[in-house]
């Protein structure tokens, strides 16, 4: 991952761009537009000309100047392309903090089980096989555990619909799979498999296995799964598929593949885009024995954090709590007990890399705040800031920890529309402290957006519609989902922006538009500061640049 000498886009042999006709936004412009002034009254003709007074000028890779178009248009020069934005919105590229890229874009040309039923799965594996090879695997997503009885999940239920090749359902929440007879023969499982730690090889009453693979065990047969695309040409069908959202950056959290496709990528000059990638829990050793350290790399890929799981899943019943779910069926599962989640975040720090702990329910989240703050005082600070992911449900009193331990609250606001009937149901009065960000925001906590795709919807104008509304577009009022958790438009976008620029370490300063910044820039067909909350989805990208360079859009 040595920085080369890339071969540059042809789109990048341009000096320079000029941007006008529209809203220029980022966290620090995010307040109301200014109030027009009434027609025909004086400064009319003023009020039309000035709606838009700033321009942008990028030369290189950077932002070179914001002022007036008059100004810029002094200082452009020759070579300067003009992009009239006609009312758009120009923004920075926006950095998804949670993804699964290489997860992602397989997802999205699988079959997806429509209906929680029988019936369903016959016609998603009829689906699935006129699709696929004679050899290949049938692999089927959007499986919801909890919808499905005790008594259909067992190996028969799927046996019966297929038995010749291997089957394999995929949880919705990416925690569970559950495969057939064949599968669990070709991934090497059998009644003598025993549960992993943090995972669970789930039985009948009888002890015969059902082919559901709890939380870590799941790992068993998802290694066996094979692939049969490069991994390089999905991450860059994954690159071109955020393009298309306005994402321009991602933190990535796939445990394989993610690695040799970032890299030969990079090798090649093919990957217009910013990733930070994470360091698997198993893989942790391995990182120490290579020296690898968080923060290093080149201008595209970077070294993250070593990811590390306290619990499971809100819809699986596994995120573990400090009392009974309301439905009576247990306190969830700790995938890591504490005295572990210590010992490794410790000995990740000590390696010189920074941490990434998935904690969901609220004994989760203090055991992971516990176990940063005793390596903290163990031997010092991480060298660039850890963060716990999901934090879905905290008690009040963590709140405030995050910014005394210097921990970042990496959040995905769409969970919180996906997740509401279920965590109504299963955490009953508790979902006052659940998904809140405002209370995370006045405690001082610096907040990630991302969208954990494809565990639930990417897009950054979704994330900002859900933090500001707090229910679907469309929806009234009475259906916002704890509305006193709303947080404004300028912290949702310094979550989206800045903060995950910040927390990488690139060494352009990115996630604002001024001067000397960046020019990973985004181009919306709508001014996103006059449209209302509900219509945010509905703006499209028209152009994405990075570094500069055009890579997303019309003319490419």
């Given amino acids: 991952m040595t920085p080369k000498r890339r071969a540059r ?34 400064g009319a003709a003023r009020a039309a000309r000035d709606r838009y007074p700033e321009a942008v000028l990028v030369r290189g890779e950077r932002v070179e100047a914001v002022g007036t178009l008059a100004r810029l248009r002094s200082l452009s020069g020759r070579g300067v392309q003009r992009v009239d934005l006609r009312g758009g919105t120009l923004t920075p590229g926006f950095v998804d903090a949670h993804i699964h890229l290489l997860t992602w874009i397989r997802s999205v040309s699988d079959v997806w089980l ?23 695997w049938i692999t089927i997503r959007g499986w919801v555990p909890r919808e499905w009885t005790r008594e259909l999940k067992r190996r028969r239920t799927l046996d019966r619909v ?17 495969g057939n007879d064949a599968a669990l023969q070709a991934a090497g499982i059998g009644v003598h498999t025993a549960d992993p730690p943090g995972g669970t090889v789930d039985r009948d009453p009888t002890g015969e296995l059902t082919g559901i693979l709890i939380e870590q065990a799941a790992s068993l047969m998802n290694r066996a799964i094979p692939r049969r695309h490069i991994p390089a040409e999905e991450l860059a069908r994954a690159v071109r598929k955020a393009h298309s959202l306005g994402i321009t950056g991602a933190h990535d959290f796939d445990r394989t593949g993610i690695w040799s496709a970032a890299q030969e990528l990079s090798h090649q000059g093919r990957l217009p885009f910013r990733l930070l990638l994470s360091i698997p829990a198993g893989k942790l050793d391995s990182a120490e024995a290579l020296e690898l350290r968080s923060g290093w790399g080149n201008d595209r890929v970077r070294v993250g954090p070593v990811k590390f799981f306290a619990d499971g899943t809100l819809g699986s019943g596994t995120a573990l709590l400090e009392r009974e779910y309301d439905d009576h069926t ?98 009953g009065a508790r979902t006052s402290r659940s998904y809140a960000y405002r209370s995370l925001l ?29 229910r679907r577009a469309g929806e009234p009022e009475s259906q916002a989902f704890h509305p006193e958790q709303r947080i404004g438009l300028a912290p949702a976008l310094r979550a989206h922006l800045e903060e995950p620029n910040l927390l990488a370490g690139w060494g352009t300063s990115l996630g604002r538009i001024e001067a000397g910044w960046g020019a990973d820039l985004v181009q919306f067909d709508q001014d996103l500061l006059e449209i209302a909350p509900d219509e945010l989805h509905g703006a499209r990208v028209g152009g994405v640049w990075v570094a500069g360079a055009k890579v997303f859009g019309k003319s490419l």
């Fill in 9 to 42: 886009p042809a789109a990048s042999r341009e000096t320079g761009w000029l941007f006008h006709g529209g809203r220029i936004l980022d966290a620090r412009r995010a307040g109301p537009p200014p109030r027009p002034r009434r027609a025909g009254g004086p």
């Fill in 114 to 136: 429509a209906a929680q039923t029988p019936a369903g799965l016959e016609e998603a594996v009829r689906a699935a096989r006129a699709e696929a090879r004679d050899a290949d």
């Fill in 162 to 178: 297929l038995a010749d090749r291997p089957l394999v359902l995929h949880a919705i929440d990416g925690h569970s799979v559950w």
């Fill in 330 to 427: 247990s306190t969830g599962m700790e995938v890591m007990t504490p005295t572990e989640l210590v010992d490794r975040c410790a000995l990740a720090r000590k390696s010189g890399l920074t941490v990434a702990i998935h904690a969901i329910g609220d004994r989760a989240v203090r055991n992971a705040l516990d176990a940063i703050e005793a390596s903290i005082k163990r031997g010092g600070p991480f060298p660039i800031p850890p963060r716990i992911e999901h934090i879905q449900l905290a008690r009040d009193e963590d709140f405030p920890r995050f910014k005394a331990v210097g921990v970042l609250a990496s959040v995905q606001p769409i969970h919180q529309l996906t997740d509401r009937p279920v965590a109504k149901r299963k955490w």
């Fill in 442 to 470: 006045r405690a001082g906590a610096r907040l990630l957006f991302g969208s954990d795709a494809p565990f639930d919807r990417p897009g950054p104008l979704l994330a900002l519609q859900a933090a500001l509304l707090r």
